[in-house]
C-alpha cells in the first residue's frame, strides 16, 4: 500500500514525460528514498534512469518498498490532461493503479491496471568517460536539427575548449564548432579528446522534454556509449545511447 | 424569392458551422418568423435543430415561404473565406443560392446549385427528460477529451448536487465527479437521477462550435437520448443523440 | 574561386525560399553586378527569374564570372536552419560551395556539391502586355484561397478600373470585383481589357515567398502567360506562368 501526493499535477506530468520519450513501459520501485525507474527502450540501443526524492511530494506514505510496472504511454495519456490548479494523488488499489486528480469542486479519478514489464534493467552502463560537456537545452535541439538535415547520424566530438559536430549525407556536409561561453557551451571538462557517433532521432527524444533553458550534461568517451542528463525540478533524469558503429 | 442581409458575415458563417459540425445536407426553411433546419446525420442516430429569428438580420424579405436544399459543407466552405468588416447578401435566382459578400470597393459573389435533400426531418424527439444540466463550454470540452482517452464512449450521470462521468477501456478507468458551483456545472435541475451513455464523437462534434465561453444545456434521461442545446446570439442551436445501449 | 559575406543570413534564407517554391534546382550566374538565376519548373509551364545586385553583400568578389549550379531544395534545407544574428559566407571550394554561418562564438559549415542543373534557361517571354495590375500581397493570397474552394483554376481579368476574378467547378461559382483603390489594388494600367485562366497551384506557389504587406506586381494579356513580380528587398523575383487553355 502506497499514498502520494503532489501538489501541481504538472509536475508529475513532466517527469513522465521525460521517461516515455524513450521508453513504452517500466516499473516504478517506490521506497522510502523516493521513486526510479530504470527501463531500456524496445530496441535495447539505449535505456533511461529516472529518480524522484520523496521530499518532491506533500505527502509520501508506504508501507514496504513497492514495484509498480504501468504501460507508460497510457499514463502519460492521463497525465496530458491535467488541469491547471489541480492536486494528483496516486494510490494502489487490488493490482491497479489510481489516479486522483483534485481541483476546486471537481475530482477525477482514473484507475491503470498494472502490468508485467518486459524486462527489467538493474544498472546503468559504466564507462569511465573522458569529457563533461554542459550545454544549454536550446542550442542543443538547434545542433540535433542542423544534422537531420544531412544524415540520420550525427558525431560529437569534445575536446578541451570545443565541442563539435559533425554530419555526412548524400545531400552535403555539416560541421558546426562551439566554443566554450558560446550561447551553447557553458564548460568542458575533457582529460582527452573524445569523439563519438549517434543516431540522431534517439538524441532527439532524449532532449525532448528537457525544461525550456535548462542545462543539459553530456559525458562522450570515444566509440563508447554517451550519457545525457538533466533535472526536472528535484527530479534527475539520465539517458544512456550507445555509439553508432559504421560497418 | 428572398433577399436577406446580415451585417457581420461572420456571425452567419458561425451559425453555419454549427449545423455542419453534425450534417453535410440540409433545407432551410425560410419564413416571416426566422429560418430554421432540421436534419438527420447521415448514420441516423444524431440530429439538429436550428432557428434564427428574422430579427437578426438587417434586411430581410421574402414572397413566400420557402424551402431552400445546400451542400452544407460547401457553403460552410465558402462561408469560411469570409474577412473581417463584410456584409452578407443571401438570395434566390434560377434555382442558384447567391451569396454576395461586400467588403469596401470589393465585392465576391458565390454562386451554389439547391439540391433534393436525401431525407427530410420534420419533428424533434418527444422525451419527458429528467435532468436539466446547466453546464459551461470549456469544462465539457475537457471532459470529453478525458474520457476519449479510455474509451469512445462516455456515461453521464445526473442527480441533485452532481453530474458525474466516466468510461472504460483496455487501459484503464475515468470516473469524474463535478458538484453543483464547480468551474464546469452551473445549475442542476433533476426529478430523479439519469443516466446513459453516448458516442464521444458525435458528442465532441456537437460541442464543438459553441461559442467560447457560452452555457451549454444538457437534457437527460436513463437510456434514452441526451438534448444539448446552446445559442449563437440570437440563434439557438440543439442538437439529439441516441444513446449507446452495450449489447 | 568567389566570396561572398551577406550580414543578415536570414536574407538570403528568403531570396532562396522565392526560388525554390518554383523549381527545385537552377544554376547562380555569378557576375560582377549581382546574382542572378533562370529556371523552369520541373513541368515546364512556369519560369522563375531571379537577380539581385552585388551591393546588397557586404563582400562580393570574384575571379571571373562563375555559373554555379545546386539542388535548390537541399539549400532551402540548410538555410532555414539559420538562427538570428548569424552572417554567412558563401564560396566554392572543389567543385562544392562552403556555407559558413558564424554566430557570436559560434560557426556552422555546409558544404553541398554543386550539380549539371538539367536544363538551362536563358531569356523570359517576350509578351506585349495589355495590363498592368499592382496590387497588395495579402488580399492577393486570400483570392487564390478563395477560387481554390471552387476550382484548380482561376481567370483573371483586368480592365481600366477593376480587376476581376472568376472560378467555377462542381460546387458552384465565384466572382469577385475589387476596383482601384480598395485594399486589394493600388493602381491598374490597361491598354485594352485582358483576360486569361491560370492553374491555382502555380500561382499559390508564386506568391507564397512574397513579403508580407508588400506589393505584387501582375502583367496579364488574353489568353498569353502572366508576369508577377515582386521585391525582396534589393531583390528582384519575377514569375512567368502558361495559361491554361479550356480544351
Same mark, same amino acid.
Given at each position: ?39 531500456? %527502450?524496445? *530496441?535495447? !540501443? $539505449?535505456?533511461?534512469?529516472? #529518480?524522484?526524492? &520523496? +521530499?518532491?511530494?506533500?505527502?509520501? /506514505? ?83 536539427? %542542423?544534422? *537531420?538535415? !544531412? $544524415?540520420?547520424?550525427?558525431? #560529437?566530438?569534445? &575536446? +578541451?575548449?570545443?565541442?563539435?559536430? /559533425? ?81
Amino acid at each position: 500500500m502506497f499514498e502520494i501526493k503532489i501538489d501541481d499535477a504538472r509536475y508529475w506530468r513532466d517527469c513522465v514525460g521525460a521517461i516515455v520519450s524513450l521508453v513504452d513501459e517500466g516499473s516504478f520501485n517506490i521506497t522510502k528514498e523516493g521513486i526510479s525507474l530504470k527501463a531500456m %527502450d524496445p *530496441s535495447g !540501443i $539505449s535505456m533511461v534512469s529516472f #529518480f524522484i526524492p &520523496s +521530499k518532491a511530494f506533500s505527502k509520501y /506514505s508506504i508501507d514496504k518498498n513497492e514495484s509498480v510496472g504501468l504501460n507508460l504511454e497510457n499514463l502519460n495519456k492521463v497525465l496530458s490532461r491535467t488541469r491547471d490548479n489541480e492536486s494528483l494523488v496516486m494510490k494502489d488499489s487490488d493490482n491497479k493503479i489510481v489516479l486522483e486528480f483534485a481541483g476546486e469542486k471537481s475530482k477525477r479519478r482514473y484507475k491503470m491496471p498494472m502490468i508485467d514489464v518486459r524486462k527489467n534493467v538493474d544498472k546503468e552502463p559504466n564507462v569511465d568517460f573522458d569529457a563533461n560537456v554542459e550545454m544549454v537545452e536550446a542550442p542543443l535541439k538547434d545542433i540535433l536539427k %542542423d544534422a *537531420s538535415l !544531412i $544524415s540520420s547520424y550525427v558525431a #560529437f566530438s569534445a &575536446s +578541451k575548449n570545443q565541442f563539435s559536430v /559533425s554530419a555526412r549525407g548524400d545531400s552535403g556536409e555539416l560541421e558546426e564548432n562551439h566554443e566554450v561561453d558560446s550561447n551553447a557551451i557553458k564548460k568542458i571538462e575533457a582529460k582527452a579528446s573524445a569523439n563519438a557517433t549517434f543516431n540522431l532521432e534517439y538524441l532527439e527524444n532524449m532532449v525532448k522534454a528537457c525544461p525550456l533553458g535548462s542545462a543539459i550534461s553530456l559525458w562522450i568517451k570515444n566509440d563508447e556509449p554517451i550519457k545525457m542528463s538533466y533535472k526536472i525540478g528535484d527530479a534527475v533524469i539520465t539517458y544512456y545511447l550507445a555509439p553508432y558503429m559504421e560497418s
